[in-house]
DNA sequence: CCCGGTTACGCTTGTCGTAAAGATT
DNA sequence: AATCTTTACGACAAGCGTAACCGGG
């Protein structure tokens, strides 16, 4: 179970190829062979079938391990070279799409940040792993709960912003005249399913599944009637198109949290301040 | 960052020493000198001071880290041997002291379980690296919210049982006689602060630490007046002195939760189907 | 036969133990 | 002086690459 032969196993599993991965990992063809020889040993398994490569069952168990496994090992060693490391002149700082909100507006124009979008679920990666210096993150919770974010390393959760959700609806649907929406109101109906955007609704189905984190191309496809968007209020009101409808009687809110590994200095942290400061959201 | 290299790290932090860290692992001293200057050469830091052996900032660092990464690779060699093993013939069961309620006392006669005791933040670990067959917790949540459960592994987490709160005083207690109470009303109020059993009301002060998982015996000092304690109510009635006081106007709710590995077979499988039927509480 | 994974084998490197040296109280 | 960590060194094993081997399209 050695870091490498696991590293090895999952770019093998993930090309589905031994000698693509050994091209990828600098290794031969034959090393590549052994790593794996020598976890399916160690296991005593058969990870991956041969021809075609992929994965047995229990390989299928190990990759659902490895990845995390992997990354916590990264964010430690990231996590402890920072200590050391000098603070960083420019502050990079990962952004979920609609994390971006008023109170980073009024941070930024203060010093030079460089923004980097992700999807909210690699966010938490990208600060732990050393590639970001900070992140913001957002997502649905109860009113005044913290977000649940996969713990990858120790990191500091401030809370930022909460807003009030609404759903988006093409300009000619029927609820769209109204004042206020429950979510048991559109039941039946179909939501655009944008996992790099917002998670959707708790048990709705999909009409149609959209990549990326373009929420201008989300917001469209949503105002022209292919499916139903929940937004921030702040945001789904900036539609260009499109109705946006607050959604009444939930425990749900939109929710954007601050991300600091242990160690934050210079830019970063005073950046961390300016956007946590007189936050009413605790940790 | 080799594991081996960090399991001897945490245990010479752990002892305070690298010859008793040696005995303990079965190197020799120089075995376990050549451990950590390999870590600190790789790392390119001092993570140890040497008489007195203690961690250094850096090293306090590593250690939050190591702990979850060697729990999390254990468990993934845990799970993927799982798969191939034969199912358990005695079902081991980890359980927080608060979790063991009527649904467990129902499900258990019907065949030999192993109970395990343990403080519900051990309680995944212990299921996760396969020492018990299948986990109950127990926590503080919202309503209908899933508990905050570290996740050493992709465990299958079901709700069993939710049950209102209630505070526990001793008899002359001026709130004794109340129907009801908030948390407001107790805002001086000391409690006892018993982590291996329930987590104390968010901001409250500590009167006494109480360490291990015997529930009479913290109910016997709360009943005496040394503090007091926040309990289900179902088993804060049941307590043989002392009052028990419900609690009101509050989200907060006593829940106990299933943990079952991906692979779970035979009588394991089944004492899990006994626990989950028909229970209303999700995931 | 060609492509791709496996096996054999030699070389290099790493890791451990023994033992001597060094440091700290 | 005693105790505990570090360093030196030799033995052994592990890991990688080269190259030969094999099995399926």
Chains 1, 2 share one sequence.
Do not use: K, N
Request: hydrophobic share 50%; with cysteine; aromatic share 2%.
């Amino acid at each position: 179970m050695d870091p490498h032969l696991l590293r090895t196993f999952t770019t093998v599993a993930r090309l589905a190829s031994f000698s693509a991965a050994a091209r990828e990992l600098g290794y031969t063809q034959s090393a590549v062979s052994q790593h794996i020889a020598a976890l399916e040993g160690d296991l005593r398994t058969d990870l991956l079938t041969r021809r075609p490569v992929a994965p047995t069952p229990a390989g299928a168990r190990l990759l659902e391990h490895a990845g995390p496994l992997l990354l916590r090992l990264d964010a430690a060693r990231a996590d402890v070279l920072r200590l050391a490391a000098a603070p960083p002149g420019r502050v990079t700082l990962a952004v979920s799409p609609l994390s971006v909100g008023p109170r980073l507006l009024a941070a930024l124009p203060a010093s030079g940040v460089a923004l980097r979008v992700l999807p909210a679920a690699e966010v938490p990666a990208a600060v732990a792993t050393g590639g970001c210096d900070l992140g913001l993150v957002d997502g649905l919770a109860a009113a005044s709960d913290p977000l649940r974010l996969p713990d990858v390393a120790p990191l500091t959760v401030t809370g930022v912003a909460e807003d009030p959700l609404a759903v988006l609806l093409p300009a000619g649907h029927p609820c769209a005249e109204r004042a206020e929406l429950r979510l048991d109101d559109l039941a039946d109906a179909r939501w655009i399913h944008a996992p790099d955007i917002v998670a959707p609704p708790p048990g709705s189905r999909t009409a149609l599944r959209y990549r990326g984190t373009d929420l201008h191309g989300l917001c469209a496809l949503a105002a022209a009637g292919h499916g139903l968007v929940l937004l921030p209020l702040r945001v789904a009101r900036t539609a260009a198109a499109g109705v946006a409808v607050p959604l009444a009687a939930t425990r749900l809110v939109h929710r954007s949290e601050l991300l600091a590994p242990g160690t934050t200095t210079g830019a970063a942290a005073a950046l961390a301040l300016r956007l946590t400061a007189g936050s009413p959201y605790g940790t």
